[in-house]
């Protein structure tokens, strides 16, 4: 006789049979790859390759990221150029550029959620960085909370082909399951359907000569289903279109079963479905092309909100991960980071962060807040937490914070 509460007994199995952070539904007696049904074909088919918005969005973000560099820094910030990252980071293989591993490794992001680069090491240093498709491999989640996860699984393969170690994986955050990210474009994909198929009905109905679909009816009745089929033919060699006519009668009057693009309110629920998908992206819609009400001020507010909003988060996931997966090929006080410095709408607001600490400083506020306010990442010099408001003293003349620095040292 089947345990009625048995069910319940499953439930509050102890946490040492399970990962506790992994939903109970990969509870197994063998750990199984995750597949989805979300794919990087289906992504692009669908979305990158069907909705203008979409692709949009893709693009200025993988643009945009690729076109930062990336190195290697020791403890006190200065650039190591001849590390074997730095230089694994400029060129990872005799085959992709930096930019184009970095602009496969975020598409791959906004698409499905998820990017694997493979380490090929020569000796403990990685050598070689190859992008493998999220298609092609599988995180394997485990039984045992402190291992966290099994491997990967390559193809269709069950077992474990990587170790988690051997790759290195970017996604975007999954509450639902940490292993296995989730995309951008998977929040907003119905959005998508819908504006895709507003677009199809758009473009059926100029096939049609702009008459939607409906049915022609007739005051007579027809012999048999051959003369109905025969009269439906030649009206849709006429009207040729994606949408056919139907037939039910004879002395022709048309009957429209759809409504126009105009009664649909076509244009204006496309608007909204365009903001929703750029949002979802994080990509301002006047930063990415949206010119209806945009003057040069905004455009220029919605770059630095693209890059402060946006894209700096990312880029700093995206560091984080790295310096996580080469943990074991820096030293103590390494860490791998990216350079904005040369990036126009980064360079524009230092600039107006300069201008607006300087204002604060001859309003008195002394300048080792202002270095902590704004990062400004300058060594101590005397006097530097003094207002000189406050004390009398004028603006320092240009190159005194250096000289007392070098004779404080």
Avoid: C
């Avoid at 069910?7 to 539904?25: H, L, M, Y």
């Avoid at 679909?213 to 089929?229: H, I, L, P, S, Y």
């Avoid at 126009?260 to 994080?282: H, L, N, Q, W």
């Amino acid at each position: 006789m089947n345990n009625p509460f048995q069910k319940f007994k499953d439930f509050f199995t102890p946490s040492e049979t399970r990962n506790a952070a992994i939903a109970s539904v990969y509870q197994a007696t063998t750990p199984q790859p995750i597949f989805t049904k979300w794919t990087i074909q289906n992504a692009v088919k669908e979305g990158y390759k069907k909705n203008s918005w979409v692709y949009r969005s893709v693009y200025l973000k993988s643009k945009a990221g690729s076109s930062v560099p990336w190195y290697v820094v020791n403890a006190d910030g200065d650039k190591q150029e001849n590390h074997h990252l730095t230089q694994l980071l400029q060129y990872p293989n005799p085959f992709i550029s930096r930019q184009d591993l970095f602009e496969l490794v975020i598409s791959w992001l906004e698409l499905s959620g998820n990017s694997y680069l493979l380490k090929l090491k020569a000796g403990a240093k990685t050598s070689e960085l190859w992008p493998v498709s999220p298609d092609r491999l599988k995180p394997i989640p485990t039984k045992d909370p402190a291992k966290w996860m099994e491997g990967y699984a390559l193809d269709q393969s069950t077992k474990a082909n990587y170790e988690p170690g051997e790759l290195i994986h970017h996604k975007y955050f999954n509450p639902a399951n940490p292993l296995l990210g989730i995309a951008p474009l998977e929040a907003v994909s119905k959005i998508v359907d819908v504006d895709n198929a507003q677009v199809a009905f758009n473009h059926a109905t100029s096939k049609n000569r702009g008459v939607v679909d409906g049915v022609f009816t007739f005051d007579r009745n027809f012999n048999d289903q051959t003369e109905t089929d025969a009269i439906a033919d030649k009206l849709n060699e006429r009207h040729r279109g994606k949408r056919s006519f139907g037939v039910l009668g004879s002395n022709a009057k048309y009957i429209r079963t759809a409504m126009t693009p105009a009664e649909m309110d076509f244009i204006s629920s496309r608007k909204a479905s365009r903001e929703e998908i750029f949002i979802a992206f994080g990509v301002p819609p006047v930063y990415a092309g949206v010119m209806e009400a945009a003057t040069m001020n905004n455009y220029r507010t919605s770059e630095l909100v693209f890059w402060f909003g946006t894209m700096l988060f990312l880029l700093d996931d995206i560091q984080d991960t790295f310096n996580f997966s080469f943990r074991d090929e820096l030293k103590p006080g390494e860490k791998i980071i990216y350079d904005v410095s040369n990036i126009p709408a980064i360079r524009e607001a230092m600039i107006a962060k300069s201008k607006t600490a300087k204002e604060l400083f001859d309003m008195g506020v002394p300048f080792d807040q202002l270095n902590k306010i704004f990062d400004f990442r300058v060594e101590e010099f005397d006097g530097w937490e003094d207002s000189h408001v406050a004390s009398g003293q004028g603006t320092p003349p240009a190159g005194e914070s250096s000289v007392r620095s070098q004779k404080k040292k």
